[in-house]
């Protein structure tokens, strides 16, 4: 279902050798160290035709996975809190008005790992 008046984050991945890696040399690509790529995002009112070339599509307004063909297992909240790592600025000026309290509970839920994974980090005393 194409909803004209949902709001899409729409990811868009190119790949590319790592600085160094010997490319004449035969399969260097069937090794993922040797791989790097570059993200390309945007957030769109509505899909649009580029869409059919991201790797990866996420209905915010509905919260689900349009398409993705970048990582198999991958839900939404785990894409999200991805993309939110990276572009949180951008993430919240859009949910904070399309939907306030799940942004709410994934801010929440970030702190509590950050806090799990700080705790984890401690010397025992």
Same mark, same amino acid.
């Given at each position: 279902?194409?909803?004209?008046?949902?709001?899409?984050?729409?990811?868009?991945?190119?790949?590319?050798?790592?600085?160094?890696?010997?490319?004449?040399?035969?399969?260097?690509?069937?090794?993922?160290?040797?791989?790097?790529?570059?993200?390309?995002?945007?957030?769109?009112?509505?899909?649009?035709?580029?869409?059919?070339?991201?790797?990866?599509?996420?209905?915010?307004?509905?919260?689900?996975?349009?398409?993705?063909?970048?990582?198999?297992?991958?839900?939404?909240?785990?894409?999200?809190?991805?993309?939110?790592?990276?572009?949180?600025? +951008?993430? !919240?000026?859009?949910?904070?008005? @399309? *939907?306030? %309290? +799940?942004? !709410?509970?994934?801010?929440?839920? @970030? *702190?509590? %790992?950050?806090?799990?994974?700080?705790?984890?980090?401690?010397?025992? %005393?």
């Amino acid at each position: 279902m194409n909803n004209k008046h949902n709001i899409y984050l729409v990811a868009f991945y190119g790949m590319k050798p790592r600085p160094g890696v010997n490319t004449s040399k035969k399969g260097w690509m069937e090794d993922k160290n040797n791989l790097q790529y570059d993200e390309r995002l945007e957030i769109t009112k509505g899909r649009k035709k580029s869409s059919a070339l991201a790797n990866v599509v996420l209905d915010l307004s509905t919260k689900t996975v349009v398409k993705n063909t970048f990582n198999d297992d991958s839900d939404f909240k785990s894409f999200f809190k991805y993309y939110f790592g990276g572009y949180h600025h +951008y993430i !919240t000026t859009v949910m904070k008005q @399309l *939907d306030p %309290e +799940y942004l !709410t509970s994934i801010l929440d839920e @970030l *702190d509590a %790992e950050m806090k799990a994974a700080e705790a984890s980090e401690k010397p025992a %005393e």
